[in-house]
Each structure stands twice: as C-alpha cells, then as structure tokens.
C-alpha cells in the first residue's frame, strides 16, 4: 500500500504558520468583553452582543467594520429588518478577485451572542467571539495575499434569533443573481 501525505504544503503551510494563539485571545477578549476596546471615539466594553438590544450589538458591528478596514478591505454593512427591533447589520468584507472575481467565496460566522440575561451581559467567547476571531484573524492573512477569486469574510448578527441575518444575505445574494461557490462557517 502507498501512504498519502495529508499534510498541508507551500503556501497553505505558511499561511497556517501565521495564525497566532495570543492574536485569537485578544479577538476573542476584544468581543467577549473582557477589557475595553476603542470603537471610533468611544472607549467601551462590550458586555453583550446580543442582537436586539441597539446600542452593545452596534458596536460590535463597528468593531468588525474598523477590523476589516484596517486591512484595507472593502467593508459594508448588510441592513436587514429584525421583528420588533428595528434593522440590524451584518458586516461583509470582501477581497475581490484579480482574474475570476465572479467565483465568490465566503467565510462566515455569527456575531450576535445570547445568554440567559442577554440584555445585560452575553459575553459569548464560544458563541460565538471565538468564531468571528477566526474569520478576522484569517482575514488578517489571507488579506496580503492575492487570488483568482472573491473572498467575502462575512459576520452575521440575527443568528440567535433563528439564523435571520445570514438568511436576509442569502436572500439579497441570491436576487442579484451571485454566484456562490463556497461557504466555509
């Protein structure tokens, strides 16, 4: 019998090599609450990330929003309505493709959290900061690199209240008629 190699290799290696632990912490910390983080001008906690309350899911949405675009992403918000609370955002960043930018992927998870008080406190590290660290953080690689097609690293609020902002996405991506290759969450 011959032996198959699994092991990554190349560019897939370097780019595995890259990720690091005390980074993944610090995003998780930054989003969990654990110490205080600056959002534009304000230097806040961010105690929950529960999607209906207004102002803690907001800034957790910017955030993500001043992540992506430290990387020199593009970076959008996807409005949706929320039954009974107003519209909320989803934040898409996208690297467009140099040669085939129609060919989309995306990689995805949920930024909103819940808890049994989550008006108050949702801090959420396993649901689902550690999640979103993951996206931003392979964003932070694979954003030095170029590809043949789109990456969208895409965080979705709503999710806690039954995948609601990733279905509204879906749905505005499907109308206009994208193409989705892969998801990876």
Not at 16 to 21: P, R, V
Not at 25 to 31: A, F, K, M, T, Y
């Amino acid at each position: 019998q011959q032996s198959i190699d699994l092991a990554p290799a190349g560019l897939v290696q370097t780019s595995i090599d890259q990720i690091q632990l005390d980074r993944l912490r610090s995003l998780v910390g930054d989003l969990s609450g654990e110490w205080q983080v600056q959002i534009g001008a304000t230097l806040t906690t961010i105690l929950t990330r529960y999607s209906l309350t207004t102002t803690p899911i907001a800034y957790a949405v910017e955030y993500a929003v001043q992540h992506f675009e430290a990387l020199d992403l593009a970076v959008n918000t996807h409005s949706y309505p929320l039954a009974g609370s107003g519209t909320r955002q989803n934040v898409i960043a996208e690297q467009t493709g140099l040669w085939d930018p129609e060919r989309i992927f995306i990689l995805t998870a949920h930024l909103d959290s819940t808890s049994e008080d989550p008006y108050k406190s949702a801090p959420g590290a396993d649901d689902n900061a550690s999640g979103s660290a993951g996206v931003m953080a392979i964003a932070e690689i694979l954003s030095q690199l170029q590809f043949g097609c789109t990456i969208r690293y895409a965080l979705f609020t709503g999710e806690e209240q039954g995948l609601v902002g990733s279905g509204y996405y879906a749905q505005d991506i499907y109308v206009a008629g994208e193409e989705i290759e892969g998801v990876l969450n």
